[in-house]
């Protein structure tokens, strides 16, 4: 059977992307689809240096999570009509785990005009690591 894993990728406790990951969670739980959770708030990760930070725990525990998993729902901010930069960190870290992965969305930003800024970081897991990227994305602004 599958397994699936939904990540939160932002900093903020209270964020509409996390609600949004948790909520994802939960119906996936309900389901009994084998899922886990990870919020990397809650992680140690470093920034990636293309050197030491590859061997850290919470990288190692990220990388191994991500490859485990067959499919992946990544919750994410947009700031700046782009996916929070936690998250481009955290594809840094890991890398070649996410190679035949696939990926959904779960966005979560000010306003109506972003709701195509994880195109480039879609392109990235699809031309990188020939992930198979979920067409439609779940996208809330802050008047959802």
């Known amino acids: ?43 140690d990760l470093p920034l990636c240096d293309a050197d030491k930070c ?15 998993a067959d499919g992946i729902l990544i919750a994410a901010p947009v700031y700046n009509y782009d996916v929070a930069a936690a998250a481009k ?3 840094e870290l890991t890398g070649s785990a996410w190679e035949d992965k696939i990926v959904g969305f779960l966005c979560a930003a000010g306003g ?7 195109m480039a970081y879609a392109n990235s897991l699809m031309l990188d690591f ?11 602004t802050s008047d959802a």
């Open 1 to 43: 059977m599958p397994k699936h894993l939904v990540i939160s990728t932002s900093g903020n406790p209270d964020s509409n992307s996390r609600r949004m990951g948790r909520t994802a969670f939960a119906h996936l739980q309900k389901q009994k689809v084998d899922c886990d959770w990870i919020d990397i708030r809650e992680m």
């Open 54 to 68: 590859y061997g850290m725990p919470a990288s190692k525990k990220l990388s191994a999570a991500i490859e485990n």
């Open 89 to 91: 960190n955290m594809i």
């Open 112 to 118: 109506h005009a972003s709701y195509m800024s994880v």
């Open 130 to 140: 020939r992930c198979v990227i979920i067409p439609r994305f779940a996208f809330a």
